[in-house]
């Protein structure tokens, strides 16, 4: 009999059930030893749904494993819901986990990457350890998983790790179910372990030892260093030198698109930029996403970070190589993902050889290679809420619970930009990595590797192949060339709108607000202003927004003067006041007449009903800037320039024609061009221009609620990464409304994904 029934008069009988994300997180372990130090006997097993625990004790124990449950789980664990019965007691001798079997536990053994735990990191700051300044320290409460994970079941054999035996004292915490490294796949250090090397641009090795502290040292002389990370490799430059990032912008190529920074600790993060507690805990959670936040004034960063930007992406250290390599350096690094422009993030060593050598002078790399290529996730807290914009390293392979179970497993291939892809079977949902955009053979690679991957991990084998109604897409393309017989074409909004009631388990009907830049309608036009009703396959469109005529169509959204014409012609009937806006003064009179004549006979000029190309139009004429260098950068700007006092804001009127309510944002236009031309400033602008945009939408919303009675609303779609249009239509709606904003499942086209998942699946039957 354990110690614990010997000592107490009762023995008692439980079974705790606990759901959320807790496999493959070093729970089970983490409940061994919580049973263990309270004397419990009994055993813990995987589920279906989470994880059962069969305690015996006394009840005081018993009480004290639940309270410790809740309070001091593994950082990876997400607990949703424990629940307990009683059962009879059992005479057991001990404690013990059951191993995992059966289909089930597959689909949920690889867990996301998980940034180092403070343990771990204690283990490499001290001289007395024997990890001590070993880059490669894990244990089951951090490092990597899924970028290392060759196959299924997740287990060492199976990973990169596999080359590398363990030594007798590695081994020894791994076969010890008291110790933290109980069962940790990649466990190492310095005598058995991966190592880390410098290299030069040729591959050979740049110095024989100290590989961490040289680099540091290059980074400090203003040197690019491509810094081999979790899920790809990083160049790295000294982010308070203008000259050093001058440098790596140049020969990345990369105009004016913010870099990430990274700093070691939370201390270092508050010096740059002014953080608010939701900040914080997103910016240290264990996913560690690159965070958008305000970057304080005398911040110390170089100004070529982010150019002409409020913001900045700030992301905490997330490995030990990181950590040492910040520390040794002395100041906050430049960590922009190891790519040309928008190419997918090099992952293998030869390849960044290959690819980097004219952008980094030096490689800091080691051999444990990166089996699944992983972008770091980018986020920003909207309405006091983590919303994630990027959704990759950190929260890939988790699961999307689904609210009903999918009929048949469902590929669905995505969008076109910002691609990630999604798997769905039974009742859960696998948003892929983010693989950037299909624009060239690297990217349409990476996509097709990635999707083969994670069937093969998930041991999915779909039956319905979803895609977007566009037909130049390399997703949907990718997906007709599919060998299973039912694909389902999703319309993009309808895409969006799904994907935010699949977060929020909503099964409709709900009002989908998809406010977006571009995407293929139904009637071969693009739409982007969106309001439509959603019921699980089905949608009806009831509102969108005036049309602009995209002279050049895609050549338009770089250069948005073209849309800002198109907005002031339709505005002041082909009389605009050009000659008073600043925009113009850098465009000449002969570009405009030729883009009017384009316009005017219709070539190559689609009509667009996107809410973002608003936010060019006035962004453009706001900021006098006829040009986008990047995609979004203007409504970016535009956004951020945006005085938060200012409350007025612009007029719009709405029409209806059969049966299509439309917002007319002429009167917009012409009120924000009368601001412009009397000189009241652009902070002023924009703020009108906003909250005229979130009053058209909450207008759209309750006119089609009137007359259908309330449901839920979503807001969705890419301008919803804008946090002052997300706010204000949200603001202006709750109380009247549910309203539901994205969370981790992204807004933007990252998101679609999940979307024509659910869809296609009620469409298939
Ligand atoms: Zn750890
Ligand atoms: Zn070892
Ligand atoms: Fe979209």
């Known amino acids: 009999?354990?110690?614990?029934?010997?000592?107490?008069?009762?023995?008692?009988?439980?079974?705790?059930?606990?759901?959320?994300?807790?496999?493959?997180?070093?729970?089970?372990?983490?409940?061994?030893?919580?049973?263990?130090?309270?004397?419990?006997?009994?055993?813990?097993?995987?589920?279906?749904?989470?994880?059962?625990?069969?305690?015996?004790?006394?009840?005081?124990?018993?009480?004290?494993?639940?309270r410790r449950l809740g309070?001091?789980?593994?950082?990876?664990?997400?607990?949703?819901?424990?629940?307990?019965?009683?059962?009879?007691?059992?005479?057991?001798?001990?404690?013990?986990?059951?191993?995992?079997?059966?289909?089930?536990?597959?689909?949920?053994?690889?867990?996301?990457?998980?940034?180092?735990?403070?343990?771990?990191?204690?283990?490499?700051?001290?001289?007395?350890?024997?990890?001590?300044?070993?880059?490669?320290?894990?244990?089951?409460?951090?490092?990597?998983?899924?970028?290392?994970?060759?196959?299924?079941?997740?287990?060492?054999?199976?990973?990169?790790?596999?080359?590398?035996?363990?030594?007798?004292?590695?081994?020894?915490?791994?076969?010890?179910?008291?110790?933290?490294?109980?069962?940790?796949?990649?466990?190492?250090?310095?005598?058995?372990?991966?190592?880390?090397?410098?290299?030069?641009?040729?591959?050979?090795?740049?110095?024989?030892?100290?590989?961490?502290?040289?680099?540091?040292?290059?980074?400090?002389?203003?040197?690019?260093?491509?810094?081999?990370?979790?899920?790809?490799?990083?160049?790295?430059?000294d982010a308070t030198s203008p000259v050093a990032v001058r440098l790596l912008r140049e020969r990345k190529k990369r105009d004016e698109k913010p870099f990430a920074v990274m700093v070691s600790t939370l201390d270092g993060a508050r010096a740059v930029a002014d953080l608010d507690p939701a900040e914080e805990r997103l910016l240290a959670s264990v996913e560690r996403p690159i965070l958008l936040v305000r970057q304080r004034h005398g911040s110390g960063l170089a100004p070529e970070v982010a150019p002409g930007n409020p913001l900045v992406g700030l992301i905490l250290a997330y490995t030990p190589l990181h950590h040492l390599l910040l520390q040794a350096a002395g100041r906050p690094l430049v960590m922009t993902s190891g790519n040309l422009s928008e190419e997918p993030m090099a992952a293998k060593d030869e390849e960044a050889l290959e690819r980097l050598s004219g952008i980094a002078d030096l490689f800091l790399a080691h051999d444990r290679e990166i089996e699944n290529r992983c972008d770091d996730s980018v986020a920003r807290v909207i309405a006091g809420r983590p919303t994630v914009f990027r959704r990759s390293r950190g929260y890939v392979p988790r699961a999307v619970p689904l609210r009903r179970p999918v009929r048949?497993?469902?590929?669905?291939?995505?969008?076109?930009?910002?691609?990630?892809?999604?798997?769905?079977?039974?009742?859960?949902?696998?948003?892929?990595?983010?693989?950037?955009?299909?624009?060239?053979?690297?990217?349409?690679?990476?996509?097709?590797?990635?999707v083969e991957h994670l069937q093969r991990f998930l041991g999915i084998r779909p039956e319905v192949i979803a895609h977007d109604l566009h037909p130049d897409y390399a997703s949907t393309r990718y997906a007709l060339a599919r060998p299973e017989p039912v694909k389902v074409g999703v319309q993009h909004h309808h895409a969006h709108v799904a994907s935010a009631m699949g977060e929020h388990g909503l099964e409709g009907p709900v009002l989908g607000l998809a406010w977006d830049g571009t995407g293929y309608g139904t009637d071969?036009?693009?739409?982007?202003?969106?309001?439509?009703?959603?019921?699980?396959?089905?949608?009806?469109?009831?509102?969108?927004?005036?049309?602009?005529?995209?002279?050049?169509?895609?050549?338009?959204?770089r250069q948005v003067w073209r849309i800002a014409l198109a907005a002031l012609d339709d505005a002041f009937d082909g009389a605009p006041p050009l000659e008073r806006l600043q925009l113009f003064d850098s465009v000449p009179a002969r570009d405009v007449a030729v883009v009017r004549r384009m316009a005017a006979r219709g070539l190559h000029s689609p009509l667009a009903h996107g809410a973002g190309r608003y936010f060019d139009a006035i962004g453009a004429l706001g900021l006098a800037r006829p040009r986008a260098t990047y995609e979004g950068q203007v409504a970016l700007e535009w956004n951020l320039a945006a005085d938060d006092a200012e409350q007025g804001a612009y007029p719009f009127h709405l029409t209806e024609e059969r049966g299509l309510v439309q917002a007319d944002l002429r009167p917009l236009v012409r009120a924000a061009v009368e601001d412009l031309v009397a000189g009241v400033g652009r902070h002023r602008v924009s703020a009108r221009f906003h909250e005229g945009m979130a009053d058209a939408a909450s207008a759209l919303v309750r006119r089609a609620a009137a007359a259908r009675g309330p449901m839920p609303v979503v807001l969705t779609g890419g301008c919803f990464q804008n946090a002052r249009l997300a706010e204000g239509v949200r603001r202006r709606l709750q109380g009247d409304f549910d309203v539901r904003l994205h969370g981790e499942v992204p807004p933007g086209d990252g998101g679609i994904a999940l979307g024509q998942a659910l869809v296609a699946d009620v469409v298939a039957g």
Request: with cysteine; glycine share 10%; net charge negative.
């Open 71 to 237: 309070q001091e789980a593994p950082p990876a664990a997400l607990i949703r819901e424990v629940l307990e019965v009683l059962i009879p007691a059992e005479p057991l001798p001990g404690f013990t986990i059951v191993p995992s079997e059966g289909d089930g536990a597959r689909r949920v053994s690889i867990p996301p990457d998980l940034a180092t735990c403070p343990q771990c990191l204690r283990e490499v700051q001290d001289p007395a350890d024997r990890r001590h300044l070993y880059p490669f320290t894990n244990c089951t409460h951090c490092g990597p998983r899924f970028t290392i994970a060759r196959d299924v079941p997740y287990d060492r054999p199976a990973t990169t790790m596999a080359g590398f035996a363990m030594c007798p004292a590695c081994r020894r915490e791994y076969e010890d179910p008291l110790d933290r490294r109980f069962h940790a796949q990649p466990v190492a250090c310095p005598d058995c372990g991966p190592r880390v090397r410098l290299l030069d641009p040729g591959g050979g090795p740049a110095v024989g030892d100290g590989a961490i502290g040289a680099a540091a040292r290059a980074l400090v002389e203003g040197r690019i260093v491509a810094v081999k990370g979790l899920g790809g490799y990083h160049l790295a430059c």
């Open 408 to 450: 048949r497993p469902v590929l669905a291939c995505g969008a076109h930009l910002k691609n990630t892809f999604c798997l769905a079977a039974g009742d859960e949902a696998w948003l892929g990595p983010h693989v950037g955009d299909l624009d060239n053979l690297e990217a349409t690679r990476a996509f097709e590797e990635q």
């Open 1 to 66: 009999m354990p110690a614990s029934v010997t000592r107490a008069a009762v023995v008692e009988g439980r079974r705790i059930l606990v759901r959320g994300t807790v496999q493959g997180v070093g729970f089970r372990p983490w409940i061994y030893r919580l049973a263990v130090e309270e004397g419990l006997s009994g055993r813990v097993r995987n589920d279906a749904r989470g994880v059962t625990i069969e305690a015996f004790g006394s009840p005081e124990a018993l009480d004290a494993l639940v």
């Open 524 to 557: 071969g036009t693009a739409w982007g202003g969106e309001l439509l009703l959603v019921r699980e396959g089905a949608f009806e469109r009831l509102a969108t927004l005036r049309p602009l005529r995209l002279a050049g169509s895609d050549e338009a959204i």
